[in-house]
């Protein structure tokens, strides 16, 4: 009786102590999911990294972006004791990652047969390995790969669903960050346009970019106000910014409805 009931209260603390775990990694992505709503694009890799060596055993950490030429460019580099160490990843596990689209663990990469053909994992001494890709829809913008070099059988399945999640938290985070991002970038050049030009002109332009040098016919005016210079003289500088305001404001209707 005693040892069932041993047995029984092993099972119940174990269960509520992955419940607790199972809280905190919830509390914790719901924190990073606020975060990262209201972060810039080059804050969200250090953000997703600090929920990964919260929750992750590795030693070691990276969080990759490939840039316009396929090439994989480190983002965040972590290290659990502060090593500054090389970058070691092997191009074996992040092409396959990349190419299947899918996360993977590995408890010794020396003798994992998935990798048996893949010299830089032997080069590199890869032991215990986790690696996701980043990717959204079809588009696959990087990795975060995890690792200990030493030790083998660091990571659980828990780990690898976890690290899955946080992927796709970066992936979006990112795309999101950047978009907003080129929607700004997009709003203050427009602002700056509409200074000079109409709202359809500003459009066509911010639309197709720049253009060729080209040849048209086109009209000009030239307009003046009559005696300005003395009368400026005569006027406070409030007045005389909302007397032009007011000569602008009266030309800009005829000008831009004909696209000038």
């Not at 003798?111 to 048996?116: I, L, Q, T």
Request: glycine residues 6%.
């Amino acid at each position: 009786g005693s040892i069932s009931r041993s047995l029984s209260e092993q099972k119940d603390a174990g269960t509520t102590s992955e419940l607790g775990r199972v809280n905190l990694v919830l509390r914790s992505l719901s924190g990073l999911a606020k975060t990262l709503i209201s972060t810039t694009p080059e804050e969200v890799p250090d953000r997703v990294m600090d929920a990964v060596f919260e929750h992750i055993p590795g030693d070691r950490g990276f969080l990759m972006l490939y840039d316009d030429k396929r090439n994989l460019k480190p983002k965040v580099v972590r290290y659990r004791n502060n090593d500054d160490g090389q970058i070691t990843i092997s191009k074996t596990i992040a092409d396959k990652v990349t190419k299947d689209r899918v996360a993977i663990l590995t408890s010794d990469a020396q003798v994992d047969p998935r990798f048996s053909k893949g010299e830089s994992v032997w080069f590199h001494g890869i032991r215990s390995a986790l690696c996701a890709p980043l990717w959204k829809g079809d588009d696959v913008i990087g990795i975060i790969h995890v690792d200990s070099p030493i030790q083998t059988k660091t990571f659980s399945t828990e780990d690898l669903e976890l690290l899955s999640v946080l992927s796709n938290y970066a992936a979006i985070a990112i795309q999101q960050a950047n978009l907003n991002q080129k929607i700004q970038e997009e709003k203050a050049s427009r602002e700056r346009l509409e200074k000079y030009f109409s709202p359809n002109v500003a459009n066509r332009i911010l639309s197709e970019g720049e253009q060729e040098v080209q040849e048209v016919e086109v009209s000009v005016l030239f307009a003046d106000i009559v005696g300005f210079t003395q009368l400026a003289e005569q006027m406070r500088p409030q007045s005389v910014a909302e007397l032009l305001n007011e000569f602008f404001s009266r030309m800009e209707e005829p000008i831009f409805q004909h696209e000038g």
